[in-house]
């Protein structure tokens, strides 16, 4: 492993301001230049709720610095951040626990009149678009960050190109060619051993932790349904946790031997529930991809004295090509990293096709320990018949 240390460039702002957006952008055209380059959400890496004692910013920085050696173990060159923060106190609380990290802070600004059009445009919680002004200005009086960006008119490639100008052409060293992490294997999934020194296990705990894991088809709803489970639970007064795979897996070029991911994403997963639990959380929820046994296993292996339970969700072809259309055009929340927003027609056809036809494999194989069916029915309906037959879950 290297010991130099890793690029991180840290995209912050008020919400709304497009932080998500330009970070993923930058994410792909890094690693299309074959710079291998990782991308998270901070807040995907903090849904810990109810919120320990320590705050939002102490566990993001503990999730962080806990799968930051397993990005580093894939052969990162460099890591795209997205997140809120708006004082130096609070990025130190990052760089005390990431002392092999190059941070550069980089806010991105928009003045008001945009910040509404946008925040509004987003579709989501248009009630909180005051807070994020109110956030804008105070941000605007703050010296904290490395470079400072207005974005007015501009679009999320036109902010990218300008975040790595102002960066001195970020990543600092340019293409290169990279480790592309352990051995490749001839056939058959990526290993994903136990545990190790760069990859902790969740603590052992009095009894099985009970694991939630909500998989499907493409657009059946995983997330969606998965952190719907989420809230409910925590609304209870049970402290649970959310991790949705995708979300802690974002890095390209992919590996040879682990095209999917999924070693990446097991053991970041384990990073996360080891920080989780011992922060109190009681359960965990994963949305993501398991359409085979094997892969499962080895997420479980990770993850001892889990109770695993799998819950695959399912809807028929019509409502699959219904919903790929809603996402393509924009609709449903705002994910970095969507590959079907902005597709045309034919291009959303296809995706719908393959979706429709991953759900008849899995149906044929009878996948996951539960099916719920979800055509014709609201987030609501299916997180609450999901709940119904997991019964007093997860007492």
Not at 132 to 149: G, M, R, T
Not at 263 to 290: D, E, F, M, Q, T
Request: hydrophobic letters at 40%.
């Amino acid at each position: 492993m290297r010991s130099d240390p890793l690029p991180l460039l840290w995209l912050c702002g008020p919400s709304g301001v497009g932080k998500s957006s330009v970070g993923w952008e930058l994410f792909a055209r890094l690693s299309r230049s074959g710079i291998k380059t990782a991308f998270l959400d901070a807040d995907q890496i903090s849904l810990c709720y109810p919120l320990p004692e320590s705050g939002t910013h102490r566990i993001r920085a503990q999730s962080l610095a806990a799968i930051w050696p397993n990005f580093r173990e894939e052969g990162v060159r460099c890591v795209v951040l997205s997140g809120f923060v708006d004082t130096r106190e609070e990025v130190r609380e990052y760089t005390d626990l990431l002392p092999e990290a190059a941070l550069t802070v980089c806010r991105l600004r928009v003045d008001p009149a945009e910040l509404r059009e946008r925040f509004i445009a987003r579709g989501w919680r248009p009630d909180l678009v005051a807070e994020a002004v109110a956030e804008a200005e105070l941000l605007d009086l703050s010296d904290f960050a490395d470079i400072c960006l207005d974005t007015d008119g501009r679009t999320v490639s036109e902010v990218a190109r300008m975040v790595r100008e102002r960066a001195g052409g970020w990543p600092p060293g340019g293409p290169a060619k990279t480790p592309t992490g352990p051995a490749e294997t001839p056939t058959g999934p990526a290993p994903m051993p136990g545990g190790s020194a760069s990859c902790p296990v969740a603590p052992p705990t009095s009894g099985p932790v009970p694991v939630l894991w909500l998989s499907g088809a493409d657009a059946v709803g995983k997330s969606t349904v998965g952190y719907e489970v989420f809230t409910q639970i925590i609304r209870t007064g049970v402290r649970a946790a959310y991790v949705d795979l995708k979300q802690i897996g974002a890095l390209r070029p992919a590996a040879a031997d682990d095209p999917d991911g999924h070693r990446l994403k097991a053991r970041n997963l384990a990073a996360l529930w080891a920080g989780y639990g011992a922060a109190g959380a009681r359960c965990l929820i994963v949305s993501g991809h398991a359409d085979r046994d094997d892969t499962v296993r080895g997420y479980a292996e990770l993850l001892p004295g889990a109770a695993l339970t799998v819950c695959r969700l399912h809807a028929g072809p019509a409502t699959l090509a219904e919903r790929v259309a809603r996402r393509g055009g924009g609709g449903g929340p705002a994910i970095p990293g969507d590959e079907m927003k902005g597709l045309d027609s034919g291009a959303l056809r296809r995706v719908a096709e393959r979706a429709a036809g991953e759900a008849a494999a899995l149906d044929r194989v009878k996948a996951g320990d539960l099916r719920v069916e979800t055509d014709g029915r609201s987030v609501r309906e299916v997180a609450g018949e999901v709940r119904a037959l997991l019964g007093d879950w997860p007492n």
